[in-house]
């Protein structure tokens, strides 16, 4: 289910004789497994310095990236393998720009795939097996280019993984406060909480140290039970707070500008009210005036009938006007 080919298990389990033996035998010495790590990542974050030495021996991909945008000596914390792999990239010339280009190809290549996807009309939001969806995996690898791209397209600020995660607890675990900021902009929750009940910006939750720790003892049956702060940079919590206020600023800002547009939307429509009625007067005064018109006339006619005619009673003039 997880991919990993016999070379991962020997690395996990420092089993340098059948290593040795795998790959006589044509193994893939950059096999990767579905979160894309290769035995070299494997080695690494399992301190195995003697594995290390042979899987660069044998031409493992010094600058391999996984799944969480993670190269070998990213998530190496033995100083002695760490040491060795980052002498090997000298060796090599790896530098800090081709680092930073390699690291790029994976952005740029999720950026072409989603770009693709919205123009066949499909979904930005499909999340994997834990529950995340691009936008969470772009915030957990600090992909601006990508984050904004789905911000463009209105994709879920506040879906959640498996474990309630957002996309801003990704971006607080993993320190990217550019991505916070965008997120934060486009009316991010920065008060979710996750299935802990924890906030982006406090309490415990697993950092990408435990993730790592996880995964490798999980596959060796070891124990699990290491926590870290979920946002361990002093400086991203502050500007989280921050954040968290400027939303705030903002949304009683704009819940006046609803109130003062009602209130000019309530007024216009009295004004237009009293137009109506004023305008209504107006036409109920003119008509009586025609109607006190018209029986001046009526009036002035039978005084002329009645002057033609000669003197008539009264009653039969009273008729006479109510007739006409």
């Known amino acids: 289910m997880d991919g990993l080919t016999a070379l991962h298990q020997c690395c996990i389990d420092d089993n340098a004789e059948m290593l040795n033996l795998l790959l006589d035998y044509g193994a893939n010495v950059n096999a990767q497994d579905s979160e894309r790590w290769t035995p070299l990542h494997a080695a690494a974050t399992c301190g195995h310095l003697n594995l290390v030495k042979i899987l660069i021996a044998r031409g493992a991909n010094l600058l391999a990236v996984n799944a969480d945008g993670n190269m070998p000596y990213d998530i190496c914390d033995d100083e002695e393998a760490l040491d060795y792999i980052e002498a090997e990239m000298s060796k090599r010339g790896v530098t800090q720009e081709l680092i930073d280009e ?152 704009e819940a006046q500008r609803k109130r003062v547009r009602r209130s000019q939307s309530n007024n216009t429509r009295a004004q237009s009210v009293r137009r109506t009625s004023l305008r209504d007067k107006g036409l109920t005064t003119k008509k009586d005036a025609v109607e006190e018109a018209r029986f001046r006339l009526q009036a002035q006619e039978v005084s002329s009938r009645i002057n033609q005619w000669g003197a008539v009673p009264f009653a039969s003039t009273f008729l006479t006007i109510n007739k006409l």
């Open 102 to 253: 390699t690291r790029a190809a994976t952005e740029t290549q999720m950026l072409h795939d989603l770009q693709d996807i919205a123009l066949q009309g499909g979904d930005l939001e499909i999340p994997d097996p834990q529950g995340a969806t691009p936008l969470h995996i772009a915030s957990a690898n600090g992909y601006t280019r990508v984050v904004e791209f789905l911000l463009e397209h209105h994709t879920a600020t506040d879906a959640v993984d498996n474990d309630l995660w957002t996309p801003v607890h990704a971006a607080a675990c993993w320190g990217h406060l550019e991505v916070l900021e965008m997120l934060a902009q486009s009316g991010a929750d920065l008060n979710a909480k996750n299935k802990n009940d924890e906030t982006p910006s406090g309490e415990l939750k697993k950092s990408i140290d435990a993730v790592r720790v996880h995964k490798r003892q999980s596959l060796t049956n070891g124990p699990f039970c290491l926590f870290v702060d979920i946002c361990e940079d002093p400086e991203i919590r502050e500007r989280i707070e921050q954040l968290k206020t400027e939303q705030e600023s903002k949304r009683l800002a």
